[in-house]
């Protein structure tokens, strides 16, 4: 059976095609300011990606922020709902998931099947998400795909006070004119990102074995900050951004098969 799901992040949007909850073809285009065209731009590239039309999709379900707006899926579901079906098809044995995009990121605990059974969302900062990185990358004049490897190079950890990118970006200043070491800098930044997501994942409560998802996964600084805070190995999917997208068609599969 051909599914698919579409995950309408605020800064990208991604598109899989599975064919009997297997990925045969998935695409990931930025939202833009339309979010349908984006969306209607993204399936189509995951189609021809799998070599399939649309009339063989079966079912389409929508998650992510802008999944209201993409009125060509058969249904929706919440990005909690498609981080734990994705998981829980990737990682059988995962119970947590933390998911850090571009805006926001979440923890979320749940069972063997991928029901939820608890979740936390950090939505009130940047300061505990991927756009945190960004605005630290162009204040240490580093560019953002190096972040991460450049903060591997440091040798002292650099505490980092303020609680929001604003402030951040100033203390940032500061410490470059202090000639502090920008690898040291850079590790800071992802040490206060793990701090953040960390606090989030202690409101619902840490059960081994613990997924990372989101495209901050990519970063292997804020990997190592958060692996040293939680005293454990991650689970990381080989393309994390996608998770939410795969989770929302394997519940298209979920359902057709009911």
């Known amino acids: 059976m051909i599914t698919a799901g579409i995950d309408a992040g605020a800064k990208t ?3 899989v095609i599975l064919r009997d909850g297997e990925l045969v073809g998935r695409s990931m285009v930025p939202a833009g300011f339309d979010t349908r065209e984006a969306a209607e731009r993204a399936y189509n590239q995951a189609l021809a990606d799998s070599g399939l039309a ?8 929508a998650t992510g922020a802008g999944r209201k707006e993409i009125s060509f899926a058969s249904d929706t579901v919440t990005e909690v709902g498609a981080d734990a079906r994705g998981v829980a098809g990737l990682f059988p044995s995962a119970r947590t998931v933390i998911d850090v995009g571009a ?5 979320i605990r749940m069972d063997e099947s991928g029901k939820v059974l608890d979740f936390a969302v950090n939505e009130k900062c940047a300061a505990g998400a991927g756009a945190f990185t960004e605005a630290m990358a162009r204040a240490l004049e580093v560019p953002l795909e190096e972040l991460g490897e450049f903060s ?3 040798t002292k950890a650099v505490p980092m006070n303020a609680q929001c990118t604003v402030f951040a970006e100033s203390e940032v200043v500061t410490l470059v004119h202090a000639k502090t070491p920008k690898a040291d800098i850079a590790r800071a930044v992802h ?3 793990a701090d953040r997501v960390t606090s989030t994942v202690r409101r619902v409560g840490i059960t081994e074995d613990v997924a990372l998802i989101g495209g901050l996964a990519r970063n292997v600084g804020f990997v190592r900050s958060l692996e040293e805070d939680l005293k454990l190995k991650l689970l990381i999917p080989s393309d994390p951004e996608f998770t939410g997208a795969f ?3 394997l519940i298209a599969l979920d359902t057709k098969r009911v």
């Not at 649309?54 to 379900?61: C, F, N, P, T, W």
């Not at 805006?103 to 923890?107: K, Q, S, T």
């Open 13 to 15: 949007i991604k598109a």
């Open 54 to 61: 649309r009339e063989e999709v079966k079912a389409l379900i």
């Open 103 to 107: 805006e926001e990121g979440r923890a």
């Open 152 to 154: 591997l190079k440091s």
């Open 191 to 193: 040490d206060a990102i």
């Open 247 to 249: 989770g929302a068609a």
